[in-house]
């Protein structure tokens, strides 16, 4: 069946917008936009390959996650942390099911670039977190495992995992009391693009080159 495009057209748009409420400041904009990106991406997995129902969990907590990070407060962040954290381990799940081990034990360099990526992060942030190292770092553990595991699904895939663990080092920054100029605009452009990699990744199949130059398999029907 021929991909129906409508979901993505959708998602495009509504990134734009997010974009524009985050560069300029719109805050109504913003609240208006951050909770569909994951939920659109989530109705689109659910429409095109309904086998990957995990996924689409996952991009609901997202969506929970994103909610929680439009509010202020210590507790907001845990909150959100929390709900990626769930988000992680399904994406962590469905990686593994589509043969990520593999391509991941064929390169174990990858996890060990990922584990030194975890171990900076940690030294640069173990100060600014105080309280909050324990619960950063151990979900910073779950995120660099998925994101490894991502590679070893495929490029499309891997890419995904990459730009969300720079947007999340984005928000760990944000966290400590560390800002530059444009942090959020880049910070919202690279979650977006990981989201939308992620999910191409699992779900466009034979388009979705493997890391050893094959092609990725294609989904079966549900």
Known sequence: MAERPEMLIL???????????????????????????????????????????????????????????????????????????????CYLTVFTREGAWDGLRARPWIAGAYLVVWLGAGVLLWEPLGGLRVPVLLYGLALVTMAAFGAGLNRVAGLGGALFAFSDLLVGLGVTGTDFTGRSPVLMATYIAAQFLIVRGVTAGRSAARNDGSMAPVSHPS
């Open 11 to 89: 998602f495009g748009v509504l990134a734009v917008a997010n974009l524009v409420s985050v560069t300029l400041g719109i805050e109504a904009l913003e609240w208006a936009t951050k909770p569909l990106l994951c939920l659109v991406l989530a109705v689109y997995v659910l429409r095109e390959a309904p086998r990957h129902r995990l996924l689409a969990a996952g991009l609901v907590f997202a969506m929970a996650g994103d909610v929680a990070l439009l509010v202020d407060g210590q507790v907001a962040f845990v909150v959100g942390m929390s709900a990626f954290l769930v988000m992680q381990v």
